[in-house]
């Protein structure tokens, strides 16, 4: 792939391409901000990927941190934000919904399941309306912090497991009564310590899911280095009958072949995952247990643990001239001969067991989240570290320096695909893998930035890939007028599988664009090579009703009440399977960002300053990456 490099006055662009395939294009969509900009609503850290409302056009996901106020209060988080998938503007569904883990459909009915913060389990319509307690964890039930993916049953019913990370972890179910059942306590570590649950897959009515062995902290409270050991493992449980018998063990990891995530830090809440092929092969992926390793205080010489910046991260805890000092075991501060994690293959008895692919950290490093199979017979998955690209888990005001170097802290995280169809075995040994490296993850503050640490990926209806990452995102300006060159609190992306670039656009603006209550402004949208246009926001302001049909132009005029608005019109493509979206905002009672006598609008085909247009048009150079969705 060939990349075309400029400098454009003293702007520092990168030269490297973080797309290495040609067939697909890895498009960034949106930031998330905890503070920010002004009219946007706040939310960050998505710990897992959003889903797809195909009626709508629409992917929704749920944030595990928003902004609070001085005394604590959750006044304007957008936990839960949808979003056109196209490059834009995100918006509020709903303000107190937290969360560690995505969405599940329910199989007939219109309802979102998920588990919040405080182990509550609710849904949502698909919409983001109505939430619902229908279990209330008040009296601590169920752990406060779950980290696996809810999933639903043959019958209608939520399977999740219920850990506290420390001693126990069970498979429940909630009954279509709302009624919780303990289906099974897993007690499986043949070590005699606490045995982890991981990500779960149903095919049929068998369960498949992993169980972790916790050996201990790398080089502090190690059980055991030996490749030999057991680390863990894939089970199997029938769930024909009721109740269920013990899960059978199919296969049981070795330190050689990869860990299973086991701890509760925020890098474990990114789970291992599993899917199915047409074949009847699993797959799924291995990593290592606990991201945290030895280190020394240097101020008393104790031994502590400490994160490890193997899974993405940062090295915690550490001051700039004790850094060198901090962690004392060499790279990758692993003591495993497996530190950066493989993508497996097994058959659903457990024969067949092999490695496909073990990373080895400029490629990925700990494979985890959610994992899709196309239709053309491609897995794509996610790895949390790994790459070329790596950047300190900061965000730096305008003005203020960003860190020049960056230790032992590895790539920011990788796509990667793997064509099931080129594996190749002999002898019980991986000949072809099939493996190819997609995407290295960019954060930091240059202008092609598009997040650091995914978490997973999801195959929308439309055809596309959709994930977020955990920290990472570009510049903005917070409510209180700070300009941030870099934001850390996660991105949204989509992997496009056409790679065809759209030729339609659209426009919208708002004029004026700041008025008083009680005055008028005039909404106007044209388009171009488009169509199924609609008109999108958080709010209906007269005739500007969300979510309803628009002519491929018009205009209508507003006069809403005191506040910010922002108004959207997302248009699909009318040649190729894409849409976009541009937005305009109208301040009410408000300071707006320009003069009464500008409109205030932006997006594909809007209006722009000639010098940003300049400077994004030689952005797109840059990047072999779709970027007209948004000039």
Not at 29 to 43: D, F, I, K, V
Not at 179 to 208: D, K, Q, V
Not at 429 to 448: L, N, P, T
Request: net charge negative.
């Amino acid at each position: 792939m060939k990349t075309l490099c400029i400098f454009l006055f003293t702007l520092p662009l990168s030269c490297l391409a973080n797309t290495a395939v040609d067939d697909v294009s890895v498009n960034y969509l949106t930031s998330l901000h905890y503070s920010g900009p002004e009219g946007w609503p706040t939310a960050g850290k998505p710990y897992a990927p959003p889903i797809y409302n195909a009626e709508r056009d629409q992917l929704l996901g749920i944030s595990s941190t928003g902004h609070v106020d001085i005394f604590g209060n959750d006044t304007r988080a957008a936990n839960m934000w949808g979003l056109a998938p196209v490059q834009g503007h995100y918006f509020s569904l709903a303000k107190d919904i937290k969360s560690y883990v995505g969405f599940a459909e329910h199989p007939q009915l219109d309802r979102l399941y998920s588990i919040d913060l405080d182990g509550n389990i609710f849904y949502v319509h698909s919409d983001g309306s109505n939430k619902n307690i229908v279990f209330d964890n008040s009296e601590e039930e169920l752990s406060s912090q779950p980290n696996v993916q809810p999933i639903f049953d043959q019958q209608g019913r939520l399977l999740f497991i219920d850990t506290d990370g420390e001693s126990y972890s069970r498979l429940m179910r909630l009954d279509a009564d709302n009624t919780l059942i303990e289906m099974h306590r897993f007690n499986n570590n043949p070590h005699g310590y606490y045995t982890g649950a991981g990500g779960m897959l149903l095919s049929g009515n068998t369960l498949f899911g992993y169980l972790a062995y916790p050996r201990g902290t790398p080089f502090l409270d190690t059980l055991s280095i030996d490749d030999d050991f057991i680390v863990g493992a894939l089970y199997a449980m029938d769930l024909s009958n009721d109740p269920v018998q013990s899960p059978e063990i199919i296969h049981e990891f070795t330190l050689a072949e990869g860990e299973v995530p086991w701890t509760r830090g925020e890098a474990a809440r990114i789970a291992t995952y599993l899917v199915e092929d047409q074949q009847g092969y699993l797959y799924g992926t291995t990593s290592v247990g606990t991201c945290k390793t030895k280190g020394i205080i240097v101020h008393n010489q104790q031994e502590a643990k400490f994160d490890n910046g193997i899974c993405g991260g940062s090295y915690a805890l550490y001051s700039v001239t004790d850094k060198e000092n901090l962690i004392h075991t060499e790279y990758p501060h692993y003591d495993g001969s497996n530190p950066f994690g493989s993508v497996f293959r097994v058959k659903k008895d457990g024969s067949d067991f092999v490695l496909v692919h073990t990373f080895s950290d400029l490629d990925g490093s700990q494979p985890r989240g959610p994992m899709a199979i196309t239709d053309n017979g491609y897995l794509y998955g996610t790895t949390m570290g790994g790459g070329v690209h790596k950047d300190e888990v900061i965000s730096v005001k305008q003005g203020n320096p960003y860190p020049s170097q960056f230790g032992e802290v590895t790539g920011n995280g990788t796509i990667y695909r793997i064509r099931l169809a080129d594996i190749k075995v002999e002898n019980g040994v991986v000949v072809e893998s099939g493996f190819e490296h997609v995407h290295s993850f960019k954060a930091g503050i240059d202008v092609d930035a598009d997040g650091k640490v995914p978490t997973g990926i999801m195959l929308a209806a439309n055809g596309n890939l959709y994930g977020t990452t955990l920290y990472g995102g570009r510049g903005y300006t917070d409510n209180s007028g700070n300009k941030y060159l870099n934001d850390k609190f996660g991105t949204v992306f989509e992997v496009d599988l056409s790679a065809q670039q759209p030729t339609g656009s659209v426009s919208i603006s708002i004029t004026p664009g700041s008025i008083k209550q009680g005055e008028q402004a005039e909404v106007t949208w044209s388009s171009f090579n488009a169509t199924d246009c609609k008109a999108t926001g958080e709010t209906v302001i007269g005739d500007w009703q969300p979510d309803s049909p628009l002519e491929p132009q018009g205009s209508m005029v507003i006069s809403p009440q005191t506040g910010v608005y922002t108004l959207t019109v997302n248009c699909k493509d009318s040649d190729v399977n894409s849409r976009f979206v541009a937005l305009a905002t109208l301040y009410v009672d408000a300071e707006a960002k320009a003069k009464d006598s500008e409109s205030l609008s932006y997006g594909n085909g809007g209006s722009l300053d000639w010098r940003w247009l300049f400077l994004l048009t030689a952005a797109a150079l840059f990047k072999p990456v779709r970027t007209t969705r948004f000039k």
